[in-house]
């Protein structure tokens, strides 16, 4: 049921950092870390933030009349998917992955043949039977608590929360002079004023579910896992009731140790020189209509003196 499933979500901005959190989760011995984003969000997902965030990224909505087979299709989980069914066109196919959708699928049905169709249910059903599939997956055997990963998923804090009683959420954020940097290098950029958009309503809704959840919801900065991802990420495990494993300090899929967080994000090397390098890759122009527009963030969140200094100050928050 969905009631003892253990469930840490993490949300971030585009280019906020919530791949390379994810990164540093994975290989936690005590920690079951989805391969790729969850997006476990669907084309049912309609109010109104629809327009600025896609629905893959949501928290689901599933038709009232549907049969759970209906539902794990309505799932979009599109990274994972395209991997498990047409692996040559995936940009994680040279990753040894030994996985079944059809499988995962099959036993998704049989769980929520037990614990009945709910939203809550269905996806407690969907990330226990992604490790039941995943063959191949590093296990230590101590695993007790799921972790999924999709951006701007935060602004359905509440949702998640009140859905599942023993989840929490990781909020992540990134000072977005080097978050908007970073998403100009992709294909089809946003422009600025979208970007900074969605940048602040994440900030807007992360900081009001951390007041109204504080002992769920948490917020930590790029900057700080960049710095030192055990001392920034054991506390939150320590919130979880987990241990600050030393896995924490190194960015690894499936146990693996990585190089560098790609192709998972466009932030390859996560490290504070590199992040407030990319800052820079701005005009001069480009970082004050950053600040223009983030400005009411950037002093809670410690940005205000971050080109500057290249080091942000204490949260206030």
Same mark, same amino acid.
């Given at each position: 049921m969905s009631g003892d499933f253990r469930f840490l979500m993490i949300g971030a901005m585009y280019e906020n950092g919530g791949n390379t959190?994810?990164?540093?989760?994975?290989?936690?011995?005590?920690? =079951?870390?989805?391969? =790729?984003?969850?997006?476990?969000?669907?084309?049912?997902?309609?109010?109104?933030?629809?327009?600025? =965030?896609?629905?893959?990224?949501?928290?689901?909505? =599933?038709?009232?009349d549907a049969s759970p087979e209906q539902d794990y299709r309505a799932i979009i989980d599109e990274e994972c998917k395209?991997?498990?069914?047409?692996?040559?066109?995936s940009k994680f196919r040279d990753r040894?992955?030994?996985?079944?959708?059809? &499988?995962?699928?099959?036993?998704?049905?049989?769980?929520?043949?037990?614990?009945?169709?709910?939203?809550?249910?269905n996806m407690a059903a969907f990330f226990r039977a992604t490790f039941d599939a995943w063959k191949d997956f590093n296990r230590?055997?101590? &695993?007790?608590?799921y972790v999924g990963y999709s951006p701007i998923i935060g602004v359905d804090g509440d949702k998640i929360l009140a859905d599942l009683p023993q989840a929490h959420?990781?909020?992540v954020v990134r000072n977005p002079w080097s978050a908007y940097a970073d998403t100009k290098k992709?294909?089809?950029?946003?422009?600025?004023?979208?970007y900074l958009l969605g940048w602040t309503l994440n900030q807007h809704y992360a900081l009001l579910?951390?007041?109204?959840?504080?002992?769920?919801?948490?917020?930590?900065?790029?900057?700080?896992v960049m710095a030192d991802p055990q001392g920034t990420l054991g506390p939150v495990c320590a919130r979880l009731g987990l241990e600050a494993a030393g896995t924490l300090a190194t960015p690894s899929w499936n146990g693996a140790e990585l190089d560098e967080v790609y192709p998972w994000g466009t932030i390859r090397t996560p490290t504070p020189e590199a992040n407030h390098a990319t800052a820079h890759e701005l005009s001069s122009a480009e970082q004050e209509a950053i600040r223009a527009r983030a400005w009411q963030y950037l002093e809670p969140l410690g940005y205000a003196g971050y080109l500057?200094?290249?080091?942000?100050?204490p949260l206030t928050v």
């Open positions: 959190t994810h990164r540093f989760l994975d290989g936690h011995p005590e920690l =079951f870390v989805y391969p =790729f984003e969850s997006q476990p969000g669907t084309r049912l997902v309609d109010d109104m933030l629809s327009s600025t =965030f896609p629905v893959k990224y949501r928290w689901p909505v =599933f038709a009232l395209v991997r498990a069914r047409t692996p040559h066109v040894p992955f030994d996985f079944s959708d059809d &499988e995962r699928r099959d036993v998704y049905c049989r769980y929520v043949a037990e614990t009945g169709r709910s939203r809550a249910n230590s055997g101590r &695993e007790s608590v959420v990781l909020h992709r294909a089809v950029p946003l422009p600025l004023e979208g579910f951390k007041a109204l959840y504080p002992d769920r919801f948490h917020v930590v900065r790029a900057e700080d500057e200094a290249g080091v942000a100050d």
